[in-house]
């Protein structure tokens, strides 16, 4: 059976080959590895305008929210791409719509909680880099069934959800009561994690997708 086509969003930025720089297509490998090992076969989106997401849907399995600069953030922050930001609010929300298995992972979060009108909080000062920390999860939750009641994740100072939007719950919690997890009400396989799976060790969230993905 073919794997089945996981699709990565990706930021555009400047690359460099030998004296040559161009825009280019950027995603961090841990996702691509990631997706790899737990079985589906990744595939690099870039941010294309938006009435290009049916023919997305029509031949990518599962997707994955990647990290970045956040969601509205400011031109002159690094990576900030108001076009990223257009093409994967829309996207989410054809994923919503068509019952498309789905992992958004820290910025993905965001892009899913602003697309069906929620709002962020500022990000924490915590300076760059990851931080371990353990996270309480609703054991009936999608989330719960893939990781039990409580798992220790690495964490960077992203920005969390104020107000949560319309069809997500909460799922799972930090240690002062902070919402690390959401998932879309109704939805076969629509998880949102603030924290950082693919920097980690345990891949059962990358394994979970891959499976819905496959059908």
């Known amino acids: 059976m073919p794997r089945p086509l996981i ?20 995603v961090a ?13 990744p ?22 929210f990647t990290t970045g600069a956040p969601v509205g953030a400011d031109t002159e922050a690094e990576n900030a791409d108001p076009r990223r930001d257009r093409f994967e609010i829309e996207l989410i929300r054809a994923v919503l719509d068509a019952g498309r298995p789905f992992l958004a992972v820290e910025r993905g979060l965001q892009v899913l909680n602003v697309a069906v009108g929620g709002t962020l909080l500022p990000a924490a000062d915590t300076g760059p880099g990851l931080a371990d920390a353990e996270v309480i999860i609703n054991v009936s939750s999608m989330l719960g069934k893939v990781l039990g009641d409580r798992a220790r994740v690495r964490c ?8 949560i939007g319309s069809g997500l719950m909460p799922v799972a919690w930090g240690a002062t009561q902070t919402v690390e997890a959401v998932e879309a009400v109704g939805h076969p396989f629509g998880v949102g994690v603030r924290w950082r799976p693919e920097e980690g ?3 059962r969230l990358f394994c979970a997708l891959v499976d819905y993905a496959a059908g």
Do not use: Q
């Open 7 to 26: 699709g990565i969003t990706s930021y555009l930025g400047p690359a460099r080959w030998g004296h040559w720089v161009r825009e280019a297509s950027v």
């Open 29 to 41: 490998t841990p996702f691509l590895r990631e997706v790899d090992r737990a079985g589906g076969l």
């Open 43 to 64: 595939v690099v989106l870039a941010p294309v305008h938006p009435r290009r997401i049916p023919d997305l849907l029509h031949r990518i399995d599962g997707f994955v």
């Open 156 to 163: 960077a100072a992203s920005p969390g959800i104020n107000r």
């Open 201 to 203: 060790t345990d891949r």
